[in-house]
């Protein structure tokens, strides 16, 4: 078993949808984040959490450290929203980091 | 605006060649990673330095060496790359102060 695992592994949504990906992990974290890679590679952080909830124009990151879980949300999804998400977590005293395999989203006009 | 660049983004070499990907950050920042990025399996560490010339081994090591002789420029060596080293290959550098990771373009390797 992953220690990081998202669901789902794959998602299509039409415009406008409200979407969820969610991850799971099993390890003391100091910090969980949520990354976005469009089609060519790039890596973009969208999201460092360590407690509650943040938001950022559409999208919204909660993190429940009890349950050693996290959502991302998108409210009004839009094509431009196209690609996978990928949850890490920076394991706690180390400088180490654990990725989930991603969740790749399309959208759809 | 903060950039961590990589020598390459496309990259074919044959199998016993050996193979440097440079990596280059302008943040000033301590901590520089190397990972690969397979289909399925997500971004695995293969080495990561914490300061000049210091390395620590990650979880997928084998066939891979680094060199850090400045703090800007992290350097992954395949001394002899194998058709099984086919993959994206990450570079990634961060803060020992902050937990945010600032990510390169990525380099696409093909091994032959």
């Known amino acids: 078993k992953n220690e990081v695992e998202q669901s789902p592994q794959n998602l299509t949504a039409q415009e406008g949808e409200f979407i969820t990906i969610n991850c799971s992990y099993s390890?003391?974290?100091?910090?969980l984040h949520w990354l976005q890679q469009h089609p060519g590679g790039g890596i973009v952080s969208l999201f460092m959490?360590?407690?509650g909830k943040k938001k950022h124009g559409r999208l919204i990151a909660t993190i429940n450290i009890q349950e050693k879980h996290s959502s991302l949300h998108i409210t009004a999804s839009h094509p431009r929203d196209s690609a996978v998400y990928i949850c890490a977590v920076r394991s706690k005293g180390t400088y180490k980091y654990i990725f989930g395999t991603g969740t790749r989203l399309k959208v759809l006009a | 605006d903060v950039k961590v660049t990589q020598s390459s983004r496309y990259l074919v070499k044959r199998t016993g060649e050996k193979v440097f990907l440079e990596c280059v950050q302008d943040m000033d920042h301590e901590n520089m990673f190397w990972y690969r990025q397979d289909p399925g399996l997500g971004l695995r560490l293969i080495y990561f330095s914490y300061d000049v010339k210091m390395k620590e081994k990650g979880d997928i090591p084998e066939g891979y060496s680094v060199s850090r002789e400045k703090k800007e420029r992290f350097s992954l060596i395949l001394e002899s790359a194998s058709t099984n080293q086919t993959s994206m290959y990450l570079c990634?550098?961060?803060?020992?102060?902050?937990?945010?990771?600032?990510f390169g373009p990525g380099t696409r390797l093909t091994v032959l």
């Open positions: 990634a550098s961060s803060s020992p102060g902050t937990s945010e990771q600032f």
């Open positions: 959490l360590s407690s």
């Open positions: 390890v003391g974290i100091s910090a």
